[in-house]
């Protein structure tokens, strides 16, 4: 206890540690968090009470408190500094002056020098150029184009996980300053490192691991507001088929329920046969997601149903009648999913689209505030919604199936989102120069905050004074975001005002789209592996560079390059005109172009050619790129042969996973991978014994290998010359250097 009120510590792990603070002498204790959902192991810690000051330490992190003024320091277990609170009221909870309080609550932090500070969601940076946010103050109050997640990762190797969904300030400026408007306690957890690496897998610990998704997932996804018919939805997807562009997925946005109430469920005149309209889908190879809101009119049995449950929020939206589900209620979410099952689900919709999950209400951004929930006023958990609804619908399809796995697209998340199979788009933003730049370093920020799944509506939901497709400014912005969108996690076109289709955009247009659409298709062996990681090493894929190069101050703010994966450099080409574009190469290693097979040491700008056919793209010396064969569909044929391109100049390691696609049987064990070692001394690539098994795996496989050197196995084509191929069998093998 303290002259100020009690503080509380519990270790959660090694890394882990957790903070309450509350006013009087009563000890804290919080209710059940919405973000935090696992149980808290045991974990081996010791105490040291001193008189004038308490320390806990775990293996990994000591926590010094001092009794007088409860300043809180975390240092490593040998002593060096972390990070500390201010030394005078670092823990305040102050009476509430609006709102249902009763506090609003703020803790302080003194930052180290030079710290750059990261995640905190996805946000339309106000600072063009940075890609942290040092120096700034950033809101968390969720609109249409910014996701709150109050996950503050630091350069230094630590995170906050804020776990107040309230609106929140971080005030990074002299001093780290955390206040939230809407308060009992302060409650956040200190996350060490050392590694971006280490606290995303402390977050992922406690709020909840990411499932894999569908392969299928990870393929090209073609949207569009909105197909307003079943026949203009079959063309496009057999227009696609016919011209032979690798696709895997099409959207049906809102509107398909035609004159029938919001929230219906009910297809439209114009979709005859939605059963039947999948099912053509499914045969041709496709996935179909469908847009399903949180939002219900009257009129409609589902209405009346939720209305009868009490499962809706209130008040009603400005017309009187139409209102939202109540997602904090565990009824309410059973009841929604239950008619999404019965009426969308059973007609074999592959994966939902939760639109406006902030929720929307009436656009008026902040009036959630007023609105009641069964878990209180909307201000005490105003951010925390999108986590509820797609935790109905998650938890609603895996307790109804575990033959497909659940995929997610929200326009907003929050701390947990991940463990829902959730990914998140940027929002509905406008097809302009000004605001793509700004996409790089939200996604990254994105990312940073331990959720690992994003996208953008490539080319703008709105359109612009750029125009849309047969202008040539339009199009020129389209071929770069396009470009941008087919290296991030989820590769989706969208957008409103005209048509997005590869196919629509002109022969010579087509053939950019299409040549990073199979380059894509070439990666999927690469990125299904990635996905792996993020299942089960708590991995990013869309890697700012302070998770690979934290030790280079040079990497540490830069907003518009980063890593995809270990093995691949991506610079999106963000200004207008541009034909190149300079590329700093982080850490001192050596860099390969990927378009040219040449060499650069790391360290160093240099000025990459960008002509519009394709972005910069380097590889580190010592990576292993598994890459495919280009087919029409994620799932089309097996993935045979593999080109294995190999990088020399350094140590490497890669490991190849495999399944059965899509459902949950990974969970039991089935799957298989392949481990790859290269030994830069030896010149000794090493082909591990495969472990695991799952049902249709090739037994033997063949792996064309190739030693990538100025002008052999470059670019994006199946390399013309191969340095070895092996057939595999499953036991270990090695290939040298020819």
Same mark, same amino acid.
């Given at each position: 206890?303290?002259?100020?009120?009690?503080?509380?510590?519990?270790?959660?792990?090694?890394?882990?540690?957790?903070?309450?603070?509350?006013?009087?002498?009563?000890?804290?204790?919080?209710?059940?968090?919405?973000?935090?959902?696992?149980?808290?192991?045991?974990?081996?810690?010791?105490?040291?009470?001193?008189? #004038?000051? &308490? $320390?806990?330490?775990? =293996?990994?992190?000591? @926590?010094? %408190?001092?009794? +007088?003024?409860? !300043? *809180? #320091?975390? &240092? $490593?277990?040998?002593? =060096?500094?972390?990070? @500390?609170? %201010?030394?005078? +009221?670092?823990? !305040? *909870?102050?009476?509430? $002056?609006?709102?249902?309080?009763?506090?609003?609550?703020?803790?302080?932090? +003194?930052?180290?020098?030079?710290?750059?500070?990261?995640?905190?969601?996805?946000?339309?940076?106000?600072?063009?150029?940075?890609?942290?946010?040092?120096?700034?103050?950033?809101?968390?109050?969720?609109?249409?184009?910014?996701?709150?997640?109050?996950?503050?990762?630091?350069?230094?190797?630590?995170?906050?996980?804020?776990?107040?969904?309230?609106?929140?300030?971080?005030?990074?400026?002299?001093?780290?300053?955390?206040?939230?408007?809407?308060?009992?306690?302060?409650?956040?957890?200190?996350?060490?490192?050392?590694?971006?690496?280490?606290?995303?897998?402390?977050?992922?610990?406690?709020?909840?691991?990411?499932?894999?998704?569908?392969?299928?997932?990870?393929?090209?996804?073609?949207?569009?507001?909105?197909?307003?018919?079943?026949?203009?939805?079959?063309?496009?997807?057999?227009?696609?088929?016919?011209?032979?562009?690798?696709?895997?997925?099409?959207?049906?946005?809102?509107?398909?329920?035609?004159?029938?109430?919001?929230?219906?469920?009910?297809?439209?005149?114009?979709?005859?046969?939605?059963?039947?309209?999948?099912?053509?889908?499914?045969?041709?190879?496709?996935?179909?997601?469908?847009?399903?809101?949180?939002?219900?009119?009257?009129?409609?049995?589902?209405?009346?149903?939720?209305?009868?449950?009490?499962?809706?929020?209130?008040?009603?939206?400005?017309?009187?009648?139409?209102?939202?589900?109540?997602?904090?209620?565990?009824?309410?979410?059973?009841?929604?999913?239950?008619?999404?099952?019965?009426?969308?689900?059973?007609?074999?919709?592959?994966?939902?689209?939760?639109?406006?999950?902030?929720?929307?209400?009436?656009?008026?951004?902040?009036?959630?505030?007023?609105?009641?929930?069964?878990?209180?006023?909307?201000?005490?958990?105003?951010?925390?919604?999108?986590?509820?609804?797609?935790?109905?619908?998650?938890?609603?399809?895996?307790?109804?199936?575990?033959?497909?796995?659940?995929?997610?697209?929200?326009?907003?998340?929050?701390?947990?989102?991940?463990?829902?199979?959730?990914?998140?788009?940027?929002?509905?933003?406008?097809?302009?120069?000004?605001?793509?730049?700004?996409?790089?370093?939200?996604?990254?920020?994105?990312?940073?905050?331990?959720?690992?799944?994003?996208?953008?509506?490539?080319?703008?939901?709105?359109?612009?004074?750029?125009?849309?497709?047969?202008?040539?400014?339009?199009?020129?912005?389209?071929?770069?975001?396009?470009?941008?969108?087919?290296?991030?996690?989820?590769?989706?076109?969208?957008?409103?005002?005209?048509?997005?289709?590869?196919?629509?955009?002109?022969?010579?247009?087509?053939?950019?789209?299409?040549?990073?659409?199979?380059?894509?298709?070439?990666?999927?062996?690469?990125?299904?592996?990635?996905?792996?990681?993020?299942?089960?090493?708590?991995?990013?894929?869309?890697?700012?560079?302070?998770?690979?190069?934290?030790?280079?101050?040079?990497?540490?703010?830069?907003?518009?390059?980063?890593?995809?994966?270990?093995?691949?450099?991506?610079?999106?080409?963000?200004?207008?005109?541009?034909?190149?574009?300079?590329?700093?190469?982080?850490?001192?290693?050596?860099?390969?172009?990927?378009?040219?097979?040449?060499?650069?040491?790391?360290?160093?700008?240099?000025?990459?050619?960008?002509?519009?056919?394709?972005?910069?793209?380097?590889?580190?010396?010592?990576?292993?790129?598994?890459?495919?064969?280009?087919?029409?569909?994620?799932?089309?044929?097996?993935?045979?042969?593999?080109?294995?391109?190999?990088?020399?100049?350094?140590?490497?390691?890669?490991?190849?996973?495999?399944?059965?696609?899509?459902?949950?049987?990974?969970?039991?064990?089935?799957?298989?991978?392949?481990?790859?070692?290269?030994?830069?001394?030896?010149?000794?690539?090493?082909?591990?014994?495969?472990?695991?098994?799952?049902?249709?795996?090739?037994?033997?496989?063949?792996?064309?290998?190739?030693?990538?050197?100025?002008?052999?196995?470059?670019?994006?084509?199946?390399?013309?010359?191969?340095?070895?191929?092996?057939?595999?069998?499953?036991?270990?093998?090695?290939?040298?250097?020819?």
């Amino acid at each position: 206890m303290l002259s100020t009120g009690t503080l509380k510590l519990e270790v959660w792990n090694p890394r882990t540690i957790r903070v309450i603070y509350g006013n009087g002498a009563t000890e804290p204790m919080p209710g059940a968090s919405l973000a935090v959902n696992e149980t808290r192991p045991l974990t081996p810690f010791t105490v040291n009470d001193g008189a #004038t000051q &308490l $320390t806990v330490t775990t =293996s990994q992190l000591q @926590a010094q %408190v001092d009794k +007088t003024s409860g !300043q *809180l #320091t975390f &240092l $490593t277990p040998g002593g =060096s500094l972390i990070l @500390a609170n %201010v030394a005078t +009221t670092p823990h !305040q *909870l102050m009476q509430a $002056t609006s709102g249902p309080g009763p506090y609003t609550s703020i803790e302080s932090f +003194t930052p180290n020098v030079g710290e750059q500070y990261y995640g905190l969601g996805e946000h339309q940076q106000q600072q063009p150029g940075k890609l942290a946010y040092s120096g700034m103050t950033q809101l968390l109050q969720k609109n249409p184009s910014e996701s709150s997640v109050p996950l503050l990762l630091a350069s230094g190797g630590y995170g906050i996980l804020w776990d107040n969904p309230s609106v929140t300030t971080f005030n990074l400026g002299n001093n780290i300053v955390v206040q939230s408007e809407i308060a009992n306690f302060i409650d956040y957890y200190f996350m060490v490192g050392p590694k971006a690496d280490d606290v995303i897998a402390s977050y992922r610990a406690i709020t909840g691991p990411a499932p894999m998704f569908g392969r299928w997932a990870l393929g090209y996804w073609q949207s569009h507001d909105h197909y307003a018919s079943q026949s203009e939805l079959l063309n496009t997807a057999a227009t696609y088929r016919s011209k032979q562009i690798p696709i895997d997925n099409i959207v049906q946005d809102w509107q398909y329920w035609g004159s029938n109430p919001w929230g219906s469920h009910m297809f439209g005149s114009s979709y005859p046969d939605p059963m039947g309209m999948f099912a053509t889908l499914h045969q041709t190879g496709f996935h179909a997601m469908l847009s399903v809101w949180a939002r219900f009119a009257s009129g409609s049995a589902n209405y009346s149903a939720l209305q009868s449950a009490g499962a809706f929020m209130t008040p009603a939206l400005s017309d009187g009648s139409t209102y939202y589900y109540d997602a904090f209620s565990s009824g309410a979410r059973a009841l929604y999913w239950s008619q999404m099952n019965s009426e969308l689900f059973s007609l074999g919709v592959d994966g939902w689209w939760l639109d406006a999950s902030e929720p929307e209400l009436n656009a008026n951004w902040g009036e959630f505030r007023n609105y009641q929930t069964s878990a209180g006023k909307g201000a005490t958990v105003y951010n925390a919604y999108p986590l509820m609804h797609t935790t109905a619908v998650h938890d609603g399809q895996r307790a109804a199936s575990s033959d497909k796995r659940v995929f997610i697209l929200t326009r907003s998340a929050y701390a947990g989102n991940q463990r829902n199979a959730a990914a998140t788009w940027s929002g509905d933003i406008t097809g302009d120069w000004a605001t793509f730049q700004k996409q790089p370093p939200g996604g990254l920020n994105f990312t940073l905050s331990g959720i690992p799944y994003w996208t953008t509506d490539i080319g703008g939901y709105f359109l612009s004074s750029l125009g849309g497709v047969g202008d040539a400014p339009y199009t020129e912005l389209f071929e770069r975001w396009f470009q941008f969108g087919g290296f991030c996690p989820i590769f989706r076109t969208h957008g409103t005002g005209t048509d997005r289709d590869i196919y629509a955009f002109g022969p010579a247009a087509q053939t950019v789209l299409q040549g990073v659409d199979n380059l894509r298709y070439r990666l999927l062996p690469y990125i299904y592996s990635l996905s792996w990681m993020v299942t089960s090493q708590a991995y990013t894929m869309m890697r700012a560079l302070v998770f690979d190069f934290a030790s280079d101050p040079m990497a540490l703010n830069i907003p518009d390059e980063y890593m995809f994966g270990p093995a691949l450099l991506v610079n999106p080409v963000t200004t207008q005109g541009a034909t190149s574009r300079s590329v700093y190469l982080p850490g001192n290693g050596t860099w390969y172009d990927f378009w040219t097979g040449s060499t650069q040491a790391g360290g160093q700008t240099v000025m990459a050619a960008a002509p519009i056919d394709h972005l910069p793209l380097y590889v580190p010396a010592g990576s292993i790129v598994p890459m495919g064969p280009i087919m029409q569909y994620s799932t089309a044929m097996p993935c045979d042969p593999i080109e294995l391109r190999v990088y020399p100049g350094a140590d490497g390691a890669f490991t190849f996973y495999e399944d059965e696609n899509d459902n949950y049987d990974y969970e039991n064990g089935m799957y298989a991978t392949i481990p790859f070692t290269w030994n830069d001394g030896t010149k000794t690539l090493h082909i591990g014994a495969r472990q695991g098994s799952f049902s249709g795996m090739l037994q033997n496989r063949t792996f064309n290998v190739v030693f990538v050197s100025p002008g052999h196995g470059s670019g994006a084509a199946v390399s013309a010359t191969i340095d070895k191929a092996v057939t595999y069998t499953g036991s270990a093998m090695d290939v040298t250097v020819p």
